[in-house]
């Protein structure tokens, strides 16, 4: 049962190209929804979030778009770096606890 | 200065052992959280700890107690270990909800448990 599905394992990406992870919920009871990037042998580092009251949030080369009519949201990063090569995990948010996808894996090639 | 920090870093044991991670944050956070990384890679919460009270606990076995002996810290304790066990455990912290937050958590490196 999972309320938060990030359907693609892996992603491919040439580098200064535009990166989409896309990430599917169940439970519209989530009121915030957050991206985190984990490399190797470290554990997940926060990137971006957006309330359920918008649809969208910039920072930098990164934006997070939200559909809430389709439970769904994406994370755009353009221009995609090498440095950018991680694993993104989407999570939602309800009262205290977060829920966590499964992971994306980007890869950026040269 | 690390901000959520996590020992040991790996840690193999043999079936039936007794064995403890130890988590520390010098990020001020109310609250702390323990998550088990399965080798399907979901990432799940276990519990949640807030101002040394349990807030969150998943259905966990027995056989696993937190203990927070004051705010900055939030210890793993896994009794009688068993092969299902063997999973990378993060810890993580946050401010509390309420204090302005968004459940923005910080995550430790990680502990890679094996149990042979």
């Known amino acids: 049962d999972q309320q938060v599905k990030q359907n693609s394992p892996s992603l491919s990406v040439q580098e200064g190209r535009i990166s989409i992870l896309n990430c599917d919920y169940t439970n519209s009871m989530f009121d915030y929804f957050l991206w985190y990037k984990k490399y190797p042998a470290e554990g997940p580092t926060f990137l971006i979030s957006i309330s359920s009251i918008k649809d969208k949030n910039e920072d930098g080369r990164f934006t997070v778009f939200l559909n809430k009519s389709a439970k769904h949201l994406s994370l755009h990063i353009v221009p995609s770096q090498p440095g950018d090569s991680a694993v993104y995990f989407c999570?939602?948010?309800?009262?205290?606890?977060?829920?966590f996808g499964k992971g994306t894996r980007l890869h950026i090639l040269p | 200065d690390t901000a959520v920090s996590q020992t040991p870093k790996y840690l193999v044991t043999q079936m039936g052992n007794d064995k403890s991670i130890k988590c520390e944050q010098n990020?001020?956070?109310?609250?702390m959280y323990w998550y088990k990384q399965d080798s399907k890679k979901f990432l799940k919460i276990m519990f949640s700890y807030n101002n040394k009270e349990l807030i969150i606990n998943e259905t966990v076995p027995n056989r696993f107690s937190p203990k927070s002996p004051d705010k900055a810290h939030l210890n793993l304790h896994i009794n009688s270990l068993e092969l299902g066990d063997s999973a990378v455990y993060f810890c993580?912290?946050?401010?509390?909800?309420?204090?302005?937050?968004?459940?923005?958590?910080?995550f430790g490196p990680g502990t890679r448990l094996t149990v042979l």
């Open positions: 993580a912290s946050s401010p509390h909800p309420g204090a302005g937050g968004h459940n923005e958590q910080f």
């Open positions: 990020l001020g956070h109310d609250t």
């Open positions: 999570a939602a948010s309800a009262d205290d606890k977060i829920i």
